[in-house]
């Protein structure tokens, strides 16, 4: 292990890759950076000349590729085309592949694989003529309300709007000027889970715990761990979450997002290549991390199955993320929070909704995790001074 010389090169910056880096340096793995100068994951890893630039450019993912030996994502919205041509040409190993990116980061393409595989997801249908008529023709098939949603480049809801009603169809292509789009049939869920699956080189996959994740604006505030579901449900949701996972190509993490409906049946939402927000809980709750554990997957170092279950059978965890202006003084106060762990990603400014940092907090049973937290969600929410 001490003598891993191996460099993994990451195509993004952000919060993700920062936990990333911290991971892969415990194993003397090291990691270079593409994103803008002074991005989160750069602050906390001053030993290697990181790459000034952006992951949707080729000739900055050339010479990312240049200094490593594996290339990996933290985000997907990066150029899969020169992924495909450097990994063709042997210069860099690209894990998850390329093709998984590819797919996945077309929102439309990968719920159409997911189906192709027997994976249920909401019915979807790509819009191809986008004028009124064309809308209100989906209003008639999906009825009202649907989601109209970006196929490329979404993220924490930016691409979704929902279309209430007949009469709000002009606004909603208002709303969505640029790209390709697609209507996804309304889901009337009861509650949202997600599980993060870990992929090997050899195509097995293990799963840790299922989660319940709250959003609030299409942006996840809470999660939940283990989800506060019955053990069926959870066990069905992990079998769906290693199933859809097992359908796609490559190592890493994967965080798969659901909906429980209300008769108890679950279908996917969504699916993202890396290590995910819903996952932020396993650095305190679980032997091995999301984020060691897809270095250790793309690297091919062993994951033995107990390494991504909860630590203790009372383990129970809760992340609030710490979104917007108000972030510092949650993170203040659960500095003197029981079982609270706090983490601040380094960002610039604390604009509306941003996700400056978020907290971990750990206790016996959910019910004195629920108690523990709820200072911190009021004062996130401003209910408290
Ligand atoms: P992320 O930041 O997770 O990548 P995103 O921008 O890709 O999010 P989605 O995951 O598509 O957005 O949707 C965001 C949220 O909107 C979901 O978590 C869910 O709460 C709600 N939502 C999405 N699709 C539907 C649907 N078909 N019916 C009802 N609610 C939905
Ligand atoms: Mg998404
Ligand atoms: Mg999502």
């Not at 129970?316 to 003084?329: E, V």
Request: aromatic fraction near 6%; include cysteine.
């Amino acid at each position: 292990m001490e003598k891993d010389s191996r460099t993994v090169g990451i195509l993004g910056g952000g919060q993700l890759g920062r936990m990333l880096v911290e991971a892969a340096h415990r194993l003397n793995i090291k990691t270079v950076i593409l994103d803008a100068p002074n991005s989160p994951a750069k602050q906390i890893n001053a030993l290697h000349p990181h790459v000034d630039g952006s992951f949707s450019e080729p000739a900055a993912i050339r010479k990312l590729a240049a200094e490593c030996d594996i290339l990996t994502v933290e985000i997907e919205h990066v150029d899969t085309q020169i992924l495909q041509e450097l990994e063709e040409a042997g210069t860099v190993e690209v894990q998850p592949s390329w093709k998984t990116i590819r797919v996945i980061q077309d929102k439309y393409l990968q719920k159409e694989h997911l189906t192709q595989h027997g994976v249920s997801t909401a019915p979807s249908v790509p819009l191809t003529d986008r004028t009124p008529a064309g809308l209100e023709y989906i209003g008639q098939q999906f009825s009202y309300p649907f989601m109209l949603k970006a196929r490329t480049l979404a993220y924490d809801g930016r691409g979704n709007h929902v279309v209430a009603s007949a009469e709000a169809v002009p606004a909603a292509l208002e709303a969505l000027t640029s790209g390709a789009l697609y209507a996804e049939k309304w889901v009337p869920f009861v509650k949202e889970l997600a599980v993060m699956v870990v992929r090997k080189k050899d195509g097995s996959v293990v799963s840790y715990p299922t989660v319940e994740t709250v959003h609030e604006e299409n942006i996840c505030k809470l999660v939940y761990a283990p989800a506060r579901v019955g053990q069926k449900v959870q066990d069905a949701a992990r079998r769906l979450a290693e199933k859809a996972v097992g359908c796609l190509w490559g190592a890493g993490v994967f965080g798969v997002e659901m909906f429980l409906l209300p008769d108890g049946s679950l279908m996917i939402n969504e699916i993202a290549p890396r290590p995910h927000n819903s996952g932020h809980y396993t650095i305190e709750a679980c032997p091995t991390s999301q984020y060691e554990a897809h270095i250790r997957a793309i690297t091919d170092l062993p994951l033995p199955a107990h390494s991504t279950g909860l630590s203790t059978p009372s383990t129970n965890a809760i992340m609030l993320n710490l979104l917007g202006p108000r972030y510092l003084t949650v993170a203040h106060a659960a500095l003197s929070t029981k079982g609270a762990t706090v983490h601040l990603y380094g960002k610039g400014a604390a604009k509306p909704a941003r996700k400056m940092g978020h907290i971990t907090l750990l206790a016996g049973s959910m019910a004195e995790a629920v108690y523990q937290i709820q200072p911190l969600i009021d004062l996130a929410d401003g209910v408290t001074p």
